[in-house]
Structures are given as C-alpha cells and as structure tokens.
C-alpha cells in the first residue's frame, strides 16, 4: 500500500510516517518502480504500536526500545513491564504537579472579586 494508505490505516499523518522512516524508527519501506513508498501490513502495525506508545507518552527512544521488544520473541514481559512502570511513574509526578497548580490557581481566582477595582490577587502574585 502506498504512504497515505499506510498512514491513514495506522492513524498517523503522512508526515509523520515519512518522519519516523528518516529517523530509523521504523524501517525505510521499499519503493515501487515509480519510487513511491510501498507499506505492507507488518509496516502498518509497527506504525500502529509507535503511534498508540506516543499517545502514552513514551519519547521517540522509548518507542524505539519498545519497539525492538515487540520484535523480540526471547523478551521478558518483566523488560516491558519496567519501562511501563518508569512511564506510569513519570505520569503520576505530572499528575500531582497539575493538581498542585490546579489548586493554586483556584484559590488565586476565587480570590478574585472579578470587579472594577484594580487590585487583584491574581496579578499580585504573578508580579
């Protein structure tokens, strides 16, 4: 299948396909006499397992180690199960940084008249 199709089938922009090829994540696709890149369907699930590890998070090298696990049939689940658990560490230290702006933020707005006056908490503390 052509580049789109890859692409569209593995729920990435074409862009981002041609970029992950130019920076070896992914093997470099074959290309037909025209020299169009040319996808087959192992191509697309590895497209497919790089987008869906992005979407948790997971920086291009962190794909690229879990990627080379899931090609690897003498892996250990305990190699997979240690970079998801440093990921869902990082994930939760995000989460409590959030909250604690969350709530900073919330008491600075209800802090806040919201009137004509000048004087605001908001702006006291961002000064």
Request: hydrophobic share 35%.
């Amino acid at each position: 299948m052509n580049i789109s199709a890859a692409a569209k089938a593995a729920g990435l922009p074409v862009k981002t396909v041609r970029y992950y090829a130019d920076i070896d994540l992914v093997d470099a696709p074959a290309r037909s006499e025209a020299g169009y890149r040319t996808y087959d369907e192992a191509s697309v699930r590895k497209l497919s397992f790089i987008r869906r590890s992005r979407e948790f998070g997971f920086s291009i090298e962190e794909c690229r180690e879990l990627l080379g696990l899931y090609q690897d049939r003498d892996r250990t689940s305990a190699e997979v199960k240690r970079i998801a658990s440093k990921k869902l560490q990082e994930i939760e230290e995000k989460q409590r940084e959030l909250q604690s702006l969350h709530d900073e933020l919330a008491h600075l707005v209800h802090s806040c008249r919201g009137d004509q006056r000048p004087d605001c908490p908001i702006m006291d503390y961002l000064g």
